[in-house]
Nanobody
């Protein structure tokens, strides 16, 4: 049974930091490109960061709005992907989803809420 379970969300003040975690099971994690998406109220789901299954440690890419503030990483031995979020802004408020893709296969989790507010 495929599962992606996110954790680490919460309420944080502007300028603060959070680290999101996602643990995967039920598929060959190391063969999948892993991503974090987010969806804010009234907005479409947005790709935030991706780390590929190829390349030493994976190839990373980010949406422009988080470049320099967010870092995606993965640990294939633990079947986990992380999103380190620094210098958080109110506009980062959203539900964050972990996503796994390979060829025609796509899995995602239930999401974790991140709220940036003073």
């Amino acid at each position: 049974q495929v599962q992606l379970v996110e954790s680490g969300g919460g309420l944080v003040q502007p300028g603060g930091s959070l680290t999101l975690s996602c643990v995967a099971s039920g598929f060959a994690f190391s063969n999948y490109d892993m991503s974090w998406y987010r969806q804010a109220p009234g907005k479409e789901r947005e790709l935030v960061a991706i780390i590929t299954s190829v390349g030493v440690g994976g190839i990373r890419n980010y949406v422009d709005s988080v470049k320099g503030r967010f870092t995606i990483s993965r640990d294939n031995a633990k079947n986990m992907v992380y999103l380190q979020m620094n210098s958080l802004k109110p506009e980062d408020t959203a539900v964050y989803y972990c996503d796994a893709r390979r060829l025609f296969m796509n899995y995602w989790g239930q999401g974790t809420q991140v709220t940036v507010s003073s």
